[in-house]
């Protein structure tokens, strides 16, 4: 009988937590099952995310009943192009694999998920520090000799499992390994506890593998063309019409880049949240950053105003007949804040500092009647929409979007030790609202919250944190002037701030009243 030349080799790239070794356990128990040899070993390493492990698997496909006493020599670590198959559990670690060397085109079939969980390297830029997965995804179509690869973790979490079971689904549809799919569910079952869960994640990954509808990279290019498409198999189902409407609204407001942006900064959010609390965290949080993203500025007030479903709307609300003329006086009045808003930094931070100085900064307001169903006030204001393209080199927009970085960075770090924590920093998004005075106050309210409660050192633990920060933000909402947010961060022992100034405007009386008197 002709015995095979070399064993099958299996490497296994996975993140801490995310179950590698159990999924090295159920390819020994299959294989054992079947009286196949098997040998494994584990590799401890630190990445820069929560601690990669990798698991190197080699099964010889000859029973042992077979060998007539022999026993096949395996080495204990796997060899640059002698990898048969590499399972990764995120995108990066399959790029690592094929770094490393091994991805080979003759031999090895990729397995991998095209989600991201991202690195400190990566979190810790000024701007957009992310690795480009495009490039990884190329290089998995020209290295690997099979690529097999879609968002294993969105399936898992619709499975209510672990990214695990999807992988060994996709490793048993991919043909690559001498066992069967009962096989392999049995020694799912043989596990015990979550089985049925696993069993629900294995079946996922196998008919995305087996029956080839594992995302290439094409698919993957037009998903990016797509945003509204992108939602439904990279989220689990209870986010979806939050999830949506944020989609809808960031490409109403900007572009779908922006919307696409929109989803890159939920999918950290999303990965760490929980399906027993009804992904309430990834459901806050994008609700509230889809409002935060969306602001409104001069460019935003123009678009929505000359709208042609608008104008039909306060048709309908003054009853107006078909041939009746209606005419619209809008009543606006902008200052300093909203010119300086549409400028450069460099040109707004100086003008800004000049009007502070000289004390015009709140005195600048001028108000205007803007007649939108004439041609002169209707072409203004489009004029002013029409600046949308320029958007992203205002100040406001820089100041909005440091901002809201800063906000989902901290809800990411809180929801990594404690998602009630971080459930809470999400709920502060609220606070962002309005327009003009209303915005500035509940920005001030915010930024005093997360300067202080969430990123400050005066509460002793996460516990006191969470009661901390929601009743703050009560406060803040129930208060506009500030007062009982002061109050309460002052029950922590943090110094409050002094009320606000009210300033004293006398008004000289008409000269009419005056005679009047006398």
């Known amino acids: 009988m002709a015995l095979p030349e070399r064993p099958l080799t299996i490497l296994i790239a996975a993140l801490g937590g995310e179950g590698g070794g159990v999924l090295a356990d159920w390819i020994i128990a299959a294989a054992t099952a079947r009286d196949y040899p098997v040998q494994s070993t584990s590799i401890p390493g630190v990445a820069q995310r929560t601690g990669a492990t990798t698991y190197y698997v080699e099964i010889y496909p000859a029973k042992l009943s077979e060998l007539g006493g022999r026993r096949p020599v395996m080495p204990l670590t796997p060899a640059p192009s002698y990898v048969d198959v590499v399972v990764a559990s995120e995108l990066l670690e399959a790029g690592r694999a094929m770094q490393n060397g091994f991805v080979t085109p003759g031999r090895t079939t990729l397995i991998a998920s095209t989600h991201r969980v991202y690195t400190v390297a990566e979190k810790m830029q000024m701007g957009?520090?992310?690795?480009?997965?495009?490039?990884?995804?190329?290089?998995?179509?020209?290295?690997?000799?099979?690529?097999?690869?879609?968002?294993?973790?969105?399936?898992?979490?619709?499975?209510?499992?672990?990214?695990?079971?999807?992988?060994?689904?996709?490793?048993?549809?991919?043909?690559?390994?001498?066992?069967?799919?009962?096989?392999?569910?049995?020694?799912?079952?043989?596990?015990?506890?979550?089985?049925?869960?696993?069993?629900?994640?294995?079946?996922?990954?196998?008919?995305?593998?087996?029956?080839?509808?594992?995302?290439?990279?094409?698919?993957?290019?037009?998903?990016?063309?797509?945003?509204?498409?992108?939602?439904?198999?990279?989220?689990?189902?209870?986010?979806?019409?939050i999830l949506g409407e944020g989609v809808s609204r960031c490409v109403d407001f900007q572009d779908r880049a922006y919307a696409h942006l929109y989803l890159d900064r939920l999918e950290p959010i999303a990965n760490l949240d929980h399906a027993e609390d009804g992904f309430k965290l990834t459901i806050e949080t994008g609700r509230f950053l889809a409002l935060w993203m969306c602001y409104e500025d001069v460019i935003r007030v123009a678009d929505l105003k000359t709208r042609k479903s608008r104008f039909d709307r306060i048709r309908d609300e003054v009853q107006a007949k078909p041939r009746e003329p209606?005419?619209?006086?809008?009543?606006?009045?902008?200052?300093?804040?909203?010119?300086?808003?549409?400028?450069?930094?460099?040109?707004?931070?100086?003008?800004?500092?000049?009007?502070?100085?000289?004390?015009?900064?709140?005195?600048?307001?001028?108000?205007?009647?803007?007649?939108?169903?004439?041609?002169?006030?209707?072409?203004?204001?489009?004029?002013?929409?029409?600046?949308?393209?320029?958007?992203?080199?205002?100040?406001?927009?820089?100041?909005?979007?440091?901002?809201?970085?800063r906000w989902l960075a901290a809800i990411t770090a809180a929801a990594k030790r404690d998602p009630y924590l971080a459930l809470e920093i999400a709920l502060c998004g609220r606070l962002i609202k309005g327009y003009g005075e209303t915005h500035k106050r509940g920005k001030g309210s915010f930024l005093r919250i997360l300067d202080t409660l969430v990123e400050g050192g005066a509460l002793p633990n996460d516990r006191a944190r969470i009661e901390a920060i929601r009743v703050a933000r009560e406060a803040a909402l129930a208060d506009p002037e500030g007062r009982k947010l002061e109050q309460s961060l002052e029950a922590h022992g943090i110094a409050p701030l002094p009320p606000r100034p009210q300033p004293i405007r006398f008004m000289r009386k008409p000269r009419s009243e005056t005679r009047r008197a006398a």
């Open 128 to 241: 957009d520090g992310r690795f480009d997965g495009d490039a990884v995804l190329k290089a998995a179509r020209v290295l690997a000799k099979q690529a097999i690869v879609f968002d294993m973790q969105a399936q898992a979490r619709a499975a209510g499992t672990v990214i695990s079971a999807v992988m060994f689904g996709a490793l048993a549809g991919s043909g690559t390994l001498p066992l069967s799919r009962a096989g392999c569910e049995e020694a799912i079952r043989a596990g015990g506890k979550g089985a049925e869960a696993s069993l629900k994640g294995f079946a996922a990954g196998y008919e995305s593998a087996g029956a080839g509808r594992a995302t290439a990279p094409e698919e993957k290019r037009h998903l990016r063309r797509s945003p509204r498409e992108r939602v439904r198999p990279a989220f689990p189902p209870e986010t979806h019409p």
């Open 326 to 405: 209606v005419h619209i006086v809008e009543f606006l009045k902008p200052g300093l804040d909203e010119f300086s808003a549409l400028l450069p930094r460099f040109l707004a931070w100086p003008l800004v500092g000049l009007a502070r100085v000289i004390g015009l900064a709140g005195k600048l307001n001028v108000g205007m009647h803007v007649r939108t169903t004439s041609i002169t006030g209707f072409v203004l204001m489009r004029f002013l929409a029409s600046l949308r393209p320029l958007r992203p080199y205002t100040s406001r927009w820089r100041e909005e979007q440091v901002l809201i970085t």
